[in-house]
DNA sequence: GTGACTGCAAAGTCTTTGCACGCGG
DNA sequence: CCGCGTGCAAAGACTTTGCAGTCAC
């Protein structure tokens, strides 16, 4: 898998980086160490994850004392309220994907191996518009889930739920 | 709200308990006295609900000593795995409804009072049917949910999320 | 300097599990 | 009467919090 942005991306002006520190500075808060390693390791590479497997990424600088667990989870709830992340839940544990300059998609959940695929779909935001419409319900968001098995599973025969952590494709 | 059920409901030959109880058949397991009082506690009326709300309505019961926590958890997935209940997530607890007897839907989900609405719609389906097809995806079920606020909560200009929990509304 | 931020340890919250007794089939 | 199912207590997984020292601004 060669392209690591399965969407391409959309255009920002500022880097993550940037943009953590400009809504740190609109809220008083201080773009401390931490928050730059973090920020630095999330987007480093285009993935859905969890938190434990940020701090499995962050491992050396956790044993230097350099960062710790609460502090990551502390910081991914701030990306999460800057719309750097998107927080979703997915059998029980919060997972984390970028939400800046990337656009905005939906997900097909293969069960076997616990990978997210991501699609495209113009057509799914207008229908939540006119369900909402129908409800008189203002909306903030959408989210599908497609749950079932992907191509590379079906072919393998596989068909238990493996337990490792959620990994994306492209 | 007179309206028990929001979307009507769908034609079935056995109880819930009577289909719960051939599952169990099937599976070389028993119908004990606590299984059959947390079915007739689940089905007694349409709502969506966790099991803290469920362990509640059960309380008297679980003074009593007829059924334990562990027993409505267990059982809880049991329904869940015979197709009685759906299980869902929200807000990083579990939250389970009715599926047999009632049609397929999505969700309108308040974030001002946590309210679920459902809605149906033919529409979601086919979209879901065509974007596995492009992926080479085997759909087991999929799951939309639509975030907001409520006509209900705009209006009284409820703004923050309150903490109770998820309650349906047809 | 001062107050937000951190690491640590400890506590939450929700859910699951080990075990010995009890009861359904 | 076998062995699944139960209640109990305890542990487990994940996440949050109180606090005193530390560091960004």
Redesign the interface.
Known sequence: MSRRYALGSVRVSLSPLERFSEFLRSRGKRLTSQRRLIVQQVFSHHDHFDAEELLEHLQELIARREVSRPTVYRTLGELDEAGLLKKM????R?VYEHDYGYPQHDH?Y??SCNRL?E?Q?K??AR??AR??E??????????????????EC?RQGLLTPSSESVKSRG
């Open positions: 839940t997915l059998g029980g919060n097909l293969c069960q695929i699609f779909s057509e799914i229908l939540c369900v909402a129908e409800y008189d319900f203002e909306i903030s968001s959408h989210r599908l889930f497609v749950t079932g098995r992907c191509a079906r």
